[in-house]
């Protein structure tokens, strides 16, 4: 059959600023599995209904992550269709996906997980205790938002004591849009480099860390250097933007929400808050991409093999069929949601983001006395363009923090 021809629309990508772009409200009453040119100038599916996201996430058999990321709908074009990197799970399908993803699902299960709840809490108090030593104003971003998840991964992956300053620097010049694309980049090959010469210090000498406990596990297939790499890669680029962002924009919009915020603090809404914050924000934006193997139908739509599929995490997270009242923040709702994914790629390390969250965020609310933001609402840099949405700067001050 021959291609869907080319569309006219384009995805809509602009935030307000914590709900997703109003246009989605219309897309999913009217025409929910629709056709859009994307900025890097891929035409694909956009499935804006929740019904229709858990169909595709859910479907790994017929919808493929080999050659594509999300990162190619928004300017990465030209990498699309080059070849899964060794390790990096979210880019293979089928059995390599599921080899790679047993081997780590013990590291991210909640019990193993909890392990690191003393090293969280030490670098959270940390982290606010120098905002005790400071004055206001500062970029909660890069004062809090980044280097804590940054910190826990390098703990999480065994990054030596001495080389942790390095590695909270480089790995935040990589995500932050402040810096210009060539420091990007330099710090995105330093990355590459490091990673490299951890790989190999822990296949010589392997400690009590995840890398390590790869290496060491008894196995009929080995991972070798450039998986080891892969995996710790992936982990980096998936578990810290994320989860910094999550940070930043979930306490933006806990001070415009006050009652809320002042709930984050009450034990009866602990183990909801953090769920509703992520289906709320549902930063991971602008389409997680598929590719469809065959044709075939979603929501009454022929779909031919070959096509790529976005699906819109953030309009079917308040999709009215699926949810009442979707638009509103509130903390003590249960829901399921789809901010974490779906299916055989469905977040590996949501319990260790939790838990971040669940520390970083009542922690902060409860320590920073009248914390409030102090740049003007038109001022803060949303990050529309990006693949995982936030702010790239938020300047706020307090009061006073306590102990
Ligand atoms: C609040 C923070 C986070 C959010 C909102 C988030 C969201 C997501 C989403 C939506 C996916 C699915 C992507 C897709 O289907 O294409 C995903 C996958 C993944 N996430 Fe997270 N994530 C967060 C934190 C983390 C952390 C802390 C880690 C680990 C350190 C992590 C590791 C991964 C990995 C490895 C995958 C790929 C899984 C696979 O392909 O099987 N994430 N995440």
New binding site residues.
Partial sequence: MPPTSSPTEALPTQRCPFDPDPRYRTLREESPITRVSTPAGIDVWLVTRYADAQRV?GDGASFSNIDSS?SHLMGDKDALGAPPPPGV??RHDGDA?SRL?LRLAREFMIKRVAHLEPFIRRVVAEHIDRLAATSGPIDLYRAFGLPV?ALV?SELLGVPEEDREKFERFTAAQVDLRFSLEERQAAAYESVTFFAQLVDAKLKNPGDDLISRLILEPTERPMDAAELQGIAM??LA??HD??AN?ITLGTHALLQHPKEAARLLDPATEATAVDEL?RYLS??HNG?LRKAVADLEIGGVTVRAGEHVAVV?ESANRDAAFLDDGDDLDLARSSAHL???YG???????H??RLE?RIALPELFRRVRGLRVVMPADEIPYKNDAVVYGIRELRVDWDEVVA
């Fill in positions: 996430l999300s799970l979210l996906h993803r998840p991964i992936l982990l998936a578990g994320t989860t999550m992520v930063i991971v997680v995490l901010g974490f994914g055989p790629h469905q977040c590996l390390g949501q260790l983001a969250l």
